[in-house]
């Protein structure tokens, strides 16, 4: 989709194509998946009030994902939220086509508990980190994203993306490292 958007049909091509990837991304950065549905219809609402600040030269979703996170930080702000906010349930996927499970079902009744805690424990180290952590963490690992696209979107540079991200795996790798080492 080059050049501006023009025409409702644009626009409804342009909801139907991005509408999973931006809910997923709000979920996974409020948690909450009521709060998720109406931040992703408030973000394609501002991006229909807006049409006209999209610029030829953007990626779509570059620019949805910017509105998308401008709006959880809103969100964030209006609930008096700071650097801890409930971050997503690893245990509760909502649709997508991200087809990895945290969790394996084949796994043993102690493998599973053993997994379960792993997941409590990755839970409560991504909550815990401070937003802009999140925010990378999630729009780099967990969305895919290219280190470009994340700066575009959260506006900062490839550079300081690069060091939140380095500093949100060293404390998820701190906190995790006796989940994940072999045992002697």
């Known amino acids: 989709m080059g050049g501006r958007l023009r025409t409702q049909a644009e626009f ?9 990837k931006v809910f997923n991304l709000v979920y996974r950065l409020v948690g909450d ?18 049409l006209e600040q999209f610029r030829a030269d953007a990626e779509p979703f570059t620019w949805l994902y910017r509105i998308a996170v401008n709006q959880c930080k809103n969100h964030f702000r209006r609930k008096g939220v700071r650097d801890r906010v409930h971050a997503f349930s690893l ?26 805690e792993l997941q409590q424990v990755l839970h409560e180290c991504i909550t815990s980190l401070p937003v802009e952590a999140r925010e990378v963490l999630v729009l780099r690992d967990l969305q895919g ?40």
């Open 145 to 184: 994203l290219s280190y470009q696209e994340v700066a575009d979107i959260l506006q900062i540079s490839a550079e300081l993306v690069k060091s939140r991200l380095f500093r949100a795996r060293a404390a998820l790798r701190k906190r995790l490292g006796p989940y994940l080492l072999p045992e002697a």
């Open 12 to 20: 409804d091509d342009l909801f139907a194509r991005y509408e999973k």
């Open 33 to 50: 998946y009521e709060d998720a549905v109406d931040l992703t219809s408030d973000t394609f609402l501002q991006a229909l009030r807006h």
């Open 91 to 116: 245990d509760e996927e909502p649709e997508s086509g991200d087809t990895r499970d945290v969790a394996d079902w084949s796994l043993s009744p102690a493998g599973m508990v053993e997994a379960r």
